[in-house]
DNA sequence: TACTTCAATTACGAAAAGTAAGTAGCTTAC
DNA sequence: GTAAGCTACTTACTTTTCGTAATTGAAGTA
């Protein structure tokens, strides 16, 4: 890949916010902490993906994953604090999709 | 792919926006029109892609395509109204990015 | 004719995504 | 006690997209 005279943190934000599926999976969770299964029936995403998509979030500090031992086993996705000061993104996509799509 | 309960006009939009690619390249027309050369050095993308992402964009209607027939040919590419209406997403995710980043 | 510039386009190997089947841990059913 | 079910992944394999580099085409210039 070339050199660019791009400011390094929109390039970084763009890589997030742009990679596939990961501004859904954010905007899923905006509605509360979510199970696994949750996220994989609301969207058309592969299990696959989404525990890929998932760790990488969790990397950036914009997921958390929380485990509870029952029976069968629980797993939570909820946003932490970087997580939900995406939602002005998000929404912004959202309020263009109703007015020019 | 799988059936999804998702609204499809954001789901289109995310796939827009989402692109990559495609919110750089709009961020850099926000700065006005400019020609093939001038994106393709602004950003870290070959010629390639950024020549499929423009026909993209362009068939969508966000960005607009002006052949000038001067020596060397000239080729400017601008923001239509509704390339220029994605300002404010692009806009939110630069902000985002100086916080979080 | 040979050479230059710009805007693509083509060819091809590499990386990412999509699909589907399999695994692991634990419980209930038979 | 083993078979079947549930959940959350993981692996194997195919298809699509991306990245790099070389090439094309048009139009003028040396």
Redesign the interface.
């Known amino acids: ?7 390094p ?6 890589e997030l ?4 599926w ?3 999976i954010i ?1 899923q969770l905006l509605e509360g902490p979510q199970r696994f299964n949750a996220i994989e029936s ?5 299990g696959r993906l989404l525990s890929e998509r998932l760790k990488e979030l969790e990397k950036e500090g914009i997921v958390e994953r929380n485990v509870f031992s029952e029976v069968p086993i629980r797993v939570e996705y909820s946003l932490t604090e ?1 997580g939900h ?2 939602e ?2 998000v929404r ?10």
Chains 1, 2 share one sequence.
């Open positions: 890949m070339k050199e660019t005279a791009l400011c943190r929109l390039s970084k934000a763009m916010v742009g990679k596939r990961t501004a859904l905007y609301s969207l058309p995403i592969s970087k000061s995406l002005q993104v912004e996509i959202e309020e263009w999709s109703k007015k020019w799509l």
